[in-house]
Structures are given as C-alpha cells and as structure tokens.
C-alpha cells in the first residue's frame, strides 16, 4: 500500500511552476495532468489511443501516467496528493461516493462478471450453505449478491469465503470451494481445467438497470481548484472513447502493445464490454441514466456495510463538467 505521502518533492513543484515550450506550444506540467491506470483494455485503451492520436499535443498537455494494480490505491494516491486523474473500476465506486474522490465520467460498461459453480450445481438456490469464493469489495463480490438478491437469498444463506483473484481461481480448480464470484479473463484460466463448471449469473442478468461502470477520477482538489484542466483531460478521454468505438480492431492493437499483453486474452476482453461514445455518455449523463447507475451502486455499498452514508452522485459526480468538456 502507498504511504499517505507527498510525493511532490521540490523540485517537481519547481519545475511545475513553470510551462515548458514543445514545437511552439506551451505546455501544462506532467505533474498537473498525473493519470492513473488499470493495466486492463478499458482503462489502459484510451490513454493508449490518446497517444497515439496524439490528442494530448491538441490541449497543449504533457501527461504523466502510472500503472497501478486496482481503484483504491489510485484513490489513496490522490489523497496523498501525488496523482490528480485515475481510471477505476465499479468495486471501488465506494470511495468517490465517501467523498474521497469525484467521478468526472463514465469509461464503459462491463459484461465480464460471473457467479460460477461447479458441475452438478445448476442455479442460485443451490449455493445454499455452499462454500463461494469471491475477492471482497470487487465487481466479483457485488455479482454474487445481486444474483443471490434476485434469487431471494443473502450472502448468509451461503458460506463466503473471501480471497484474492488468483486464490479463487486455484481454489475454484482444485475444487476447495464450490463455486465463486469472479470474471473474464481470470474463468478462461479456470474452463480448461474444469470444463463441466457452470455460469449460473452474469452482468448481463441486470442490464441496463444496473450497469457495472468503469469511470474516470479526479482529485477533489483538482476539480475545485482547476476545473479547464479537468475539461482537458475529459476531452482527451471523450475523444478517444470515440476513436474506440469507431476502431476497435486497431485499439486492439496499440493497446496490446501499450500493455504488453498477449492479444488474445486484450482482444477477449475488448469484445466482451460496451463501448459508449462521447454523445451516448452525454445524453445518459443529462437524463440522470448515470446518477441511477451510481445511486443503484450505492444502495450496494449500504448493503455491503462498505458506506454507511454515501453521497447523493449530484455530489460525486461532476456530470456538468462532462457535458461542457
């Protein structure tokens, strides 16, 4: 975990003091536009596409980027004031919704969680008393309890067991634990080995009404204080969105190799999401599709005993500050 540190030495905040000149054009530090992201084809695929498209160039910006393995330690990094922008998944929506980031906009939508059993196991009501395996607060954890809810069971009609992704999947493969909250690419590990295991709930099950979102964060102090670069960084990100969906072939490419991933399993995982354009986000950003999306979250996070009191997403998500980008 980082250390709540800041990590701005001196001479970083010297040197930002300042706008350095690029083929004629003044550009804002790399320090201010500071990007955190997921080492996966929805977080990593628009700043690989800005890239190469050279969109940053457009707004006069030079950004820093840093890989970093989940939401939560991108968040806690913001906290400690040495990342402004991240790229975080739906399981660590609870933090912006406790106040300790704002969401300035929707990524995509992922189709990649599953409940999964082992063979023999054919529906929900069959869990009961069974030992599932899920990493706790993730999109893994939340599928297993909407497909419990729909089923008119709770997490105590089964036996949860909590462990990490890679735990599940050689837990799940050596048949320790009966069935798991879990997704894609991590089952396609676990099919090859357990061919008669079953899908048994899947994001799908709850689409549109609840959307498992990837978003775009900021820190808090960044939004208050400097409002254009962070209409900066959202064009950048609705530019790219677009660029997306229009090639998805060819983001395959360049996110592979951003990534230095095997195709097949960035491919995979590219074709199993829902793209959404600058104007579709739009459009669900003023009709309240994505304050639903976030107040359905929420009620979760409740549910989870994750927040207590979370925030209305009027307070957490800055839908006009996306909308004016």
């Known amino acids: 975990m980082l250390t709540r540190r800041h990590l701005m030495v001196t001479s970083a905040a010297l040197a930002g003091a300042s706008a350095f000149s690029i083929g004629g054009k003044a550009r804002a530090q790399s320090a201010d536009m500071s990007i955190g992201y997921i080492a996966d084809f929805p977080n990593a695929s628009v700043l690989a596409i800005a890239k190469e498209q050279k969109l940053w160039e457009a707004e006069g910006i030079e950004p820093s980027v840093k890989v970093f393995t989940n939401g939560p330690i991108q968040i806690q990094a913001m906290g400690a004031g040495s990342l402004n922008f991240g790229t975080i998944g739906p399981g660590a929506l609870w933090l912006p919704a406790s106040g300790r980031a704002k969401v ?18 054919a529906s929900m009501a069959d869990l009961k008393g069974k030992k599932v395996g899920v990493p706790q607060g ?21 036996q949860m067991v909590p462990m990490d992704p890679s735990t599940v999947v050689a837990a799940f493969t050596s048949k320790q634990i009966e069935a798991a909250g879990i997704w894609y690419p991590l089952i396609d590990t676990i099919k090859p080995r357990v061919p008669d295991m079953k899908e048994l709930a899947s994001n799908q099950d709850f689409y549109p009404q609840t959307s498992f979102i990837n978003t775009f964060v ?59 354009t600058s104007k ?13 999306w976030l107040t359905d979250f929420n009620k979760m996070f409740q549910e989870f005993g994750t927040v207590k009191d979370p925030l209305a997403p009027e307070k957490f998500y800055t839908g006009d500050l996306f909308t004016s980008a």
């Not at 993730?138 to 089964?158: E, F, H, P, V």
């Not at 739009?282 to 009709?287: L, P, S, Y």
């Open 280 to 292: 579709e986000l739009d459009a669900f950003t003023k009709d309240g599709t994505v304050n639903k």
């Open 218 to 276: 900021a820190r808090n102090e960044i939004v208050e204080q400097n409002p254009d670069l962070v209409k900066k960084f959202l064009r950048v990100m609705k530019k790219a969105m677009d660029y997306r969906v229009a090639n998805l072939d060819h983001s395959i490419e360049i996110t592979t190799a951003f990534l230095n991933a095997p195709k097949e399993a960035t491919e995979k995982v590219a074709r199993s999401r829902k793209m959404l």
């Open 138 to 158: 993730t999109s893994g954890d939340m599928i297993l309890r909407m497909a419990l809810t729909k089923a008119g069971m709770t997490i105590n009609d089964i």
């Open 104 to 121: 300035v906009g929707v990524n995509d939508i992922g189709f990649s969680d599953r409940v999964i059993a082992q063979a023999g196991i």
